[in-house]
């Protein structure tokens, strides 16, 4: 079926589909690149299950057009609950009943690109020539364009360096990196200069860095990485 017989079919079942895919899309942000065509349909098959059913409770109650827009809102909110509550349920129960352990990820950098459960409280980037970029509390960045942090599927990073690590010489703290008048530095890292990447991430129930863990981090750096590093 192509995409000009499908807008022959009835509008409920265009609705449906059509919600069905919103909710999906909502609902696998920054994982879609990673699925097959099959996955894509069914999925969205699953969520248009919604908007069909509160087509047919709403219909006759609140009339079509109503009942539409209801069932479109209703979809989008259940994608929003399974990639908020429902995935990390199903995943944690499977692996409590010792079924699998695989979060169903292609890689652990997928996982971390998709976490959103942890706060990230510090990061730091080895690169090719042996130096750290860091970023020492990403917590004042939280407000920041497209901050703390981003991580590209592909391995890639853009970051606020707080504090650059040569690997020979002394750490130089980033003085210029906010600025009132222009904004905060955003440094972008390819994955073709990337060694290693560490992170820090804060448990489930801490939402900014706390000062003693903040000193803690920094206490008794080993060798010549930095604290975010160690």
């Known amino acids: 079926m192509n995409q000009y017989e499908l807008l022959k079919l009835p509008w409920e079942?265009?609705?449906?589909l059509a919600s069905g895919y919103a909710a999906y899309v909502v609902a696998y942000t920054g994982l879609r690149d990673r699925?097959?065509?099959?996955?894509?349909?069914?999925?969205?098959?699953?969520?248009?299950v919604v908007a069909t059913s509160i087509l047919a409770l709403t219909t006759?109650?609140?009339?079509?057009?109503?009942?539409?827009?209801?069932a479109f809102v209703g979809s989008v909110i259940a994608g929003v609950a399974w990639r908020k509550l429902g995935r990390g349920l199903v995943l944690s129960a499977l692996r409590k009943a010792d079924v699998t352990w695989a979060d169903d990820e292609p890689s652990a950098l997928a996982?971390?690109?998709g976490n959103t459960k942890h706060r990230v409280s510090q990061v730091a980037v080895l690169l090719d020539d042996g130096s750290w970029l860091c970023c020492e509390d990403t917590s004042q960045f939280k407000d920041s364009p497209f901050g703390p942090l981003q991580l590209g599927?592909?391995?890639?990073?853009?970051?606020?360096?707080?504090?650059?690590?040569?690997?020979?010489?002394e750490a130089r703290n980033q003085s210029t990196l906010q600025d009132a008048r222009y904004g905060d530095r955003l440094t972008y890292v390819?994955?073709?200069?990337?060694k290693q990447?560490?992170?820090?991430?804060?448990p489930k129930?801490?939402?900014?860095?706390p000062v003693v863990a903040e000193s803690s981090v920094r206490s008794r750096p080993e060798q010549a990485e930095p604290s975010a590093a160690q």
């Open 35 to 48: 699925q097959r065509t099959i996955d894509i349909a069914f999925i969205s098959l699953v969520f248009s």
């Open 13 to 16: 079942i265009q609705l449906s």
């Open 190 to 194: 390819p994955a073709s200069r990337i």
């Open 205 to 209: 129930a801490s939402r900014s860095l």
């Open 60 to 70: 006759g109650v609140l009339g079509p057009l109503a009942s539409s827009a209801l």
């Open 111 to 113: 996982t971390l690109s």
């Open 153 to 169: 599927p592909n391995g890639d990073i853009a970051l606020y360096v707080t504090t650059i690590v040569p690997a020979e010489g």
């Open 197 to 202: 990447i560490t992170f820090r991430h804060l």
